[in-house]
């Protein structure tokens, strides 16, 4: 397997600080643009797991490159220019407090969650008697606050978000519309590609006066897709749906014991788990897009990387 690159600590021209993110190294310059370096560290429960994952930066930033270029039409985003397969530049905006998720199928967490008696999530009411999978009459929209590195991620419902001022009643109106628009946008590029996306986060910022979609968008980092040939058979005999996403990573450290609780220690992952996982996301990549995933180049990626964005920046 091809050698992961789990960190970096460049110094860039105009570099005035950098941020050490689960997944991402997101350097400032000049603060006005940013340089997203997407690694192949991996992350499940808020918690980054002990091994990166060969080939995951690349795919996940080319994905998330892809879907910002095909929604350009609803909402501005962040995106500048991609000088490195494993690279994003773009806009530095301030970031909103809070993620909006989207769901159209009751699963993951919320699955579980409402297995064990919930019927409120962020808000949002539900109905008795679903079923794992089953789809929602429309999406749902629940958000979660914006946690720092090391911390969890909380469910919150509009009305809180609005009584704490996180975000502003006029701001949240904006966010809430390119949402649905997102992912009636995210849900039809699946379709097309034979699959159903099936829930997703969005992260808005803003900047003199302008809101932005900012970070990565409808890759499997952020989101659940289902493959929709077999869905119905499957869900009427309440069997697992064949996904493509990060769930299969989280339902093995579950089967391992860990649900990134205090005290508990991620599994050992072991070579064969690392390129499972790596195969995983590149058939999601190749899924999505209807193209064949190619490997950049494995020698020396620091330097590589570094080479491409000093000279984009000069």
Avoid at 230 to 247: D, I
Avoid at 276 to 281: A, E, K, L, P, V
Avoid at 284 to 312: H, P
Wanted: net charge neutral.
């Amino acid at each position: 397997m091809k050698k992961a690159l789990v960190r970096t600590e460049y110094k860039f021209p105009g570099q005035v600080s950098v941020y050490h993110g689960k997944v991402r190294d997101v350097y400032n310059i000049r603060n006005e643009i940013l340089v997203m370096v997407a690694t192949d560290r991996i992350s499940a429960f808020d918690a980054v797991l002990p091994e990166g994952i060969p080939c995951k930066g690349q795919m996940l930033n080319q994905l998330a490159a892809k879907f910002l270029d095909a929604t350009a039409d609803i909402c501005p985003n962040w995106k500048l220019a991609v000088p490195d397969p494993m690279v994003t530049v773009g806009i530095r905006c301030e970031g909103f407090p809070v993620e909006m998720i989207v769901r159209a199928y009751l699963c993951g967490s919320a699955w579980r969650a409402y297995r064990n008696g919930a019927r409120e999530i962020c808000g949002v009411q539900l109905p008795d008697g679903m079923k794992e999978n089953q789809k929602f009459p429309e999406p749902v929209i629940t958000p979660t606050t914006k946690a720092a590195l090391g911390a969890h991620d909380e469910n919150i419902s509009r009305d809180d978000i609005l009584k704490k001022r996180l975000v502003s009643e006029a701001d949240y109106a904006v966010i809430e519309k390119y949402t649905l628009d997102l992912f009636r946008r995210g849900t039809e590029i699946a379709a097309a590609r034979g699959l159903i996306l099936v829930d997703t986060k969005y992260e808005f910022g803003h900047r003199d006066g302008k809101i932005y979609l900012i970070d990565e968008i409808h890759t499997p980092d952020s989101s659940r897709y289902f493959y929709r040939e077999g869905y119905e058979e499957r869900f009427a005999k309440g069997e697992p749906q064949r996904q493509l996403s990060k769930e299969f990573v989280r339902e093995w450290l579950m089967e391992n014991g860990f649900r990134g609780e205090a005290g508990q220690t991620a599994p050992a992952m072991t070579p064969e788990i690392v390129e499972s996982i790596s195969n995983r996301y590149i058939e999601l990549f190749e899924q999505i897009t209807g193209e064949t995933f190619v490997k950049a180049g494995a020698d020396d990626l620091l330097r590589r990387i570094e080479n491409r964005v000093t000279a984009y920046l000069g």
